[in-house]
């Protein structure tokens, strides 16, 4: 049998901890499990970081940063070809595929930066529907104490602004994408892996 569950939520939620917790959690049952991110660490990954998350010179051109549809566009190629090359064959070989983050994070964080979610969802209709979609939530406040250092200081209030409101968009895509679970990710990490471990032996071992 093959399963393909997905981590989203804002920044320092515990995702790629959870994730880990996951697939070892498979594995030590027997399963072959492939743990992957978005975005990814292919060749597109590397160019999103380098044209969209660095903010650095290189995602400026003709004097301005790249607009936010290009960046919509370079994570949907990214997507296009994880989904291509390593998702679908894998869920064919019938593995366990864990990916820390997916489209959700496109429709909750393009969306913060004021592209249109039905555009968005149009722009990802190609990605395969994940079984299960845990949603770790967190107070901003919280996430920004988990990923304090990854930021630099003069931009920590522009920072927690767009995570309200990707945290927002996020419990909004819960009640519209049946696959979506919340968790609460205000717990010790042990507790979250439990609560994690109930929903995905509910919802993928129910019969
Ligand atoms: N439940 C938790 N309680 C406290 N700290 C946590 C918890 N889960 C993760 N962390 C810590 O918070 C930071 C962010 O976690 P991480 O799993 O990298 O989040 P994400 O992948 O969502 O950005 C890490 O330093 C991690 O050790
Ligand atoms: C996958 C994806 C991520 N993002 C954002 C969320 C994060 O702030 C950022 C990078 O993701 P992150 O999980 O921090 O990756 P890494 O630590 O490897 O750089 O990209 C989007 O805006 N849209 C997307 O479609």
């Known amino acids: 049998m093959g399963a393909f569950i997905v981590m989203e939520g804002i920044d320092g939620a515990g995702k790629s901890t959870q994730a880990r917790l996951l697939a070892k959690w498979f594995e030590d049952k027997g399963y072959e499990v492939i743990l992957t991110k978005e975005p990814t660490d292919t060749a597109f990954g590397k160019l999103i ?49 864990i990916s820390d983050r997916y489209f959700y994070s496109s429709l909750a964080y393009q969306w913060a930066r004021g592209l249109d979610l039905e555009w968005l969802i149009d722009l990802n209709r190609f990605a395969v529907r994940p079984d299960i979609v845990i949603l770790l939530d967190l107070p ?52 979250i892996h439990n609560d994690i471990v109930a929903l995905v032996e509910h919802e993928l071992f129910k019969d």
Do not use: C, W
């Open 49 to 97: 970081r380098r044209l969209v998350l660095t903010g650095g010179k290189e995602g400026i051109i003709d004097g301005s940063r790249i607009s936010h549809e290009a960046e919509a566009l370079l994570f949907a190629a990214d997507r296009a070809e994880h989904v291509a090359k390593l998702i679908k064959p894998s869920l064919e070989a019938g593995k366990i595929v």
């Open 140 to 191: 901003v406040k919280e996430s920004m104490k988990r990923i304090n250092g990854r930021s630099i200081k003069s931009e920590f209030d522009k920072i927690a602004e767009l995570q309200r409101r990707v945290r927002e968009n996020y419990l909004k895509l819960a009640e519209r994408f049946p696959e979506m679970r919340i968790v609460n990710a205000l717990a010790s990490v042990e507790d």
